[in-house]
């Protein structure tokens, strides 16, 4: 009797055995969350409602992304339509009483933005300070070829109009830190701002790269730089010679305490690496003095010019395509 007893209780038990269900109780704080959901309701219909709920928080992500993007394109173009927009004049924070002198900036540039960023506002404010007349000049060289520092000097000096007349070969990752240096009207000769004594890289005696000012007329008397030299390095050691043989005297700065830090360099070697090639007789050619080519021979097109400002300061890009005689200089190509 007391197993059949045992075994009829089990069977009441399991015949009113139910499904588990979840409780919900429902608060001021939850009821706005939980409303759509009944009071009493299965693990079943509670995971199925996570999965509704997973879905639409996955299609609102993606729909959040794609407006990002859209966004950002948006901000791109207005970038880009900014750039035909009137720009801040040249002549900003200038006094006309500082001279009747106006220095044009060279900069021949290619793929170095982050060392643009921080040039032209630098040496904008630089020479505002020391009440120097200046027009910044990038110029920008867009073609296929291998690149070209003196051949784009030429462009900018032949570019730079009549408004201007001096002008500084100056390197775009080469900042002056020290205002006594010299950046006026050099009417005696070519005056290098960066001399060995005080660039802190190169120090031999010929050296004469990174920042030098001419006078139009002295640039025009050497008849501007070689356009020989494809790659990078030994186009100045070369017009090193055209300063000699147009009979000019080189400047250098005097006085000058600060040593090696008169400059910032601002070139990273190891993330932008240099293109120091040397292709067939391009060994040879290097040393040689090019007396046939030079301002009046390079072949460019300006591709467009733009004024722009970065940071406030005024500048005008110039994008250049450069022209190579492959019988001439076959080195201005890789193959």
């Known amino acids: 009797m007391k197993w059949e007893r045992t075994v009829t209780c089990q069977r009441k038990m399991y015949?009113?055995?139910?499904?588990p269900a979840l409780y919900l109780r429902e608060d001021s704080r939850s009821s706005l969350f939980l409303g759509f959901l009944p009071r009493k309701c299965s693990i079943f219909n509670l995971f199925l409602t996570c999965l509704i709920l997973g879905f639409l928080s996955m299609l609102w992500l993606q729909l959040s992304c794609t407006?990002?993007?859209?966004?950002?394109r948006a901000i791109q173009d207005e970038v880009s339509s900014q750039k035909s927009c009137p720009q801040i004049p040249r002549t900003v924070n200038e006094d006309p009483s500082w001279g009747p002198h106006r220095l044009a900036l060279l900069i021949p540039f290619r793929e170095r933005f982050e060392e643009l960023m921080s040039f032209v506002p630098h040496m904008h404010q630089y020479l505002i300070q020391k009440k120097i007349l200046h027009h910044i000049f990038i110029i920008n060289q867009v073609d296929h070829f291998r690149f070209n520092r003196a051949?784009?000097?030429?462009?900018?000096?032949?570019e730079s109009g009549n408004e201007t007349d001096y002008i500084a070969m100056h390197d775009v990752d080469l900042l002056p830190?020290?205002?006594?240096l010299d950046y006026g009207f050099p009417d005696k000769g070519p005056f290098h701002v960066a001399s060995p004594e005080l660039h802190p890289l190169y120090h031999y005696k010929t050296?004469?790269?990174?920042?030098?000012?001419?006078?139009?007329q002295h640039y025009e008397m050497c008849n501007g730089m070689s356009n020989r030299f494809w790659g990078w390095g030994r186009e100045d050691d070369e017009f090193y010679r055209r300063i000699k043989g147009a009979e000019l005297e080189l400047f250098r700065p005097t006085g000058i305490s600060t040593g090696y830090k008169t400059f910032r360099h601002i070139h990273d070697p190891a993330w932008r690496k240099r293109d120091q090639k040397r292709i067939a007789a391009q060994k040879q050619e290097q040393f040689k003095v090019d007396r046939a080519g030079g301002l009046h021979s390079v072949k460019y097109r300006v591709e467009s010019r733009s004024e722009v400002t970065i940071s406030g300061a005024p500048c005008t890009v110039l994008n250049v395509l450069l022209e190579c005689d492959l019988g001439h200089t076959p080195w201005c190509v890789f193959n």
Request: aromatic share 6%; no cysteine; glycine share 16%.
């Open 151 to 158: 051949s784009l000097i030429n462009v900018g000096f032949l």
């Open 177 to 180: 830190l020290n205002l006594d």
């Open 67 to 72: 407006g990002g993007d859209v966004n950002k």
């Open 207 to 216: 050296y004469v790269g990174g920042i030098l000012l001419l006078t139009k």
């Open 15 to 19: 015949m009113t055995r139910r499904k």
